[in-house]
C-alpha cells in the first residue's frame, strides 16, 4: 500500500520541522514538502493527490484571500486545518477558506493521524466539539442569522454524536459504550433536538456537504 503523502504548511521553520519529523517516523506516511505560507504552496505544488497540513495561525497571519486561492487551484490538496483553537469561529474560519477538516489544538499525534488517514481515504472525520459548531453554523444561516450560540451537549451526548457521525447504529452505540439500546435512543433524540436536526443521516449529510 502506498504511503499518505503529506504537505506542511507553518510560518515557523521551527515547527514545520518539528512536524516533519514526527510525521515521518509515522508508518505509511510521506512529507513530500514544507512550506511557510500559501505563496509557496501555489509556487511549487505537489502534483499527486496529497493532504495539505496547515497550521491555523500562520493561515491567520495570511488571511482568506491567500489560503482561498490554494483550495481552488490545487484540486488534488485535500486541506487540513490543524492547531485550531476551541473556539467556533476558529472552526468556522476552516471552513470558509475551503479546509476538508480540522484539527484542534488539544489533539493527541494519533488524533490528527485518524484525520489525515480518514482525508486521504475520501472519508469525512472531524471531532463532536467541531462537529456541535457547523451545526451550530448552518442553523444559523438557515435562520438568517450571521451567527447563533454553540449548543451545549454534555461530555455523554458529544460521544453519542461523533458515533453517529461515524454511522453507528443505536444498538451499536449501545455495545460500543455499554449502554442499553433505549438510553441510547433517548440520547440520539436529545442530540438531534438539541442541534434542531430532524434524524441521524442529517449528521453524515452536513460531514458529506463539508467536502469539495
Same mark, same amino acid.
Given at each position: 500500500?502506498?504511503?499518505?503523502?503529506?504537505?506542511?504548511?507553518?510560518?515557523?521553520?521551527?515547527?514545520?520541522?518539528?512536524?516533519?519529523?514526527?510525521?515521518?517516523?509515522?508508518?505509511?506516511?510521506?512529507?513530500?514538502?514544507?512550506?511557510?505560507?500559501?505563496?509557496?504552496?501555489?509556487?511549487?505544488?505537489?502534483?499527486?493527490?496529497?493532504?495539505?497540513?496547515?497550521?491555523?495561525?500562520?493561515?491567520?497571519?495570511?488571511?482568506?484571500?491567500?489560503?482561498?486561492?490554494?483550495?481552488?487551484?490545487?484540486?488534488?490538496?485535500?486541506?487540513?486545518?490543524?492547531?485550531?483553537?476551541?473556539?467556533?469561529?476558529?472552526?468556522?474560519?476552516?471552513?470558509?477558506?475551503?479546509?476538508?477538516?480540522?484539527?484542534?489544538?488539544?489533539?493527541?499525534?494519533?488524533?490528527?493521524?485518524?484525520?489525515?488517514?480518514?482525508?486521504?481515504?475520501?472519508?469525512?472525520?472531524?471531532?463532536?466539539?467541531?462537529?456541535?459548531?457547523?451545526?451550530?453554523?448552518?442553523?444559523?444561516?438557515?435562520?438568517?442569522?450571521? @451567527?447563533? $450560540?454553540?449548543? =451545549?451537549? *454534555?461530555?455523554?451526548?458529544?460521544?453519542? %454524536?461523533? &458515533?453517529?457521525?461515524?454511522? +453507528?447504529? #443505536?444498538?451499536?452505540?449501545?455495545? @460500543?459504550? $455499554?449502554?442499553? =439500546?433505549? *438510553?441510547?435512543?433517548?440520547?440520539?433524540? %436529545?442530540? &438531534?433536538?438539541?442541534?434542531? +436536526?430532524? #434524524?441521524?443521516?442529517?449528521?453524515?449529510?452536513?460531514?458529506?456537504?463539508?467536502?469539495?
Amino acid at each position: 500500500m502506498d504511503a499518505i503523502l503529506v504537505a506542511i504548511v507553518h510560518g515557523s521553520r521551527l515547527m514545520r520541522d518539528g512536524v516533519k519529523d514526527t510525521l515521518e517516523q509515522q508508518p505509511g506516511i510521506r512529507v513530500g514538502a514544507t512550506y511557510s505560507n500559501a505563496g509557496e504552496v501555489l509556487a511549487q505544488p505537489l502534483a499527486q493527490p496529497h493532504v495539505l497540513l496547515y497550521d491555523l495561525a500562520s493561515a491567520r497571519q495570511e488571511g482568506p484571500a491567500q489560503i482561498m486561492p490554494v483550495h481552488a487551484r490545487l484540486p488534488q490538496a485535500k486541506i487540513l486545518m490543524f492547531n485550531v483553537v476551541d473556539d467556533d469561529q476558529a472552526i468556522i474560519e476552516c471552513v470558509r477558506v475551503g479546509a476538508s477538516g480540522c484539527v484542534l489544538q488539544d489533539a493527541s499525534i494519533e488524533d490528527l493521524l485518524t484525520a489525515i488517514r480518514s482525508l486521504a481515504a475520501g472519508i469525512p472525520h472531524t471531532s463532536a466539539r467541531v462537529i456541535t459548531s457547523l451545526f451550530s453554523y448552518v442553523a444559523g444561516l438557515q435562520a438568517g442569522e450571521e @451567527r447563533m $450560540q454553540p449548543v =451545549p451537549l *454534555t461530555k455523554r451526548e458529544e460521544q453519542i %454524536l461523533e &458515533l453517529m457521525a461515524e454511522g +453507528l447504529s #443505536n444498538k451499536d452505540i449501545a455495545q @460500543r459504550l $455499554q449502554l442499553q =439500546p433505549q *438510553t441510547v435512543k433517548n440520547y440520539v433524540h %436529545l442530540v &438531534l433536538q438539541k442541534l434542531d +436536526l430532524r #434524524n441521524r443521516l442529517d449528521v453524515i449529510k452536513l460531514l458529506r456537504s463539508g467536502k469539495r
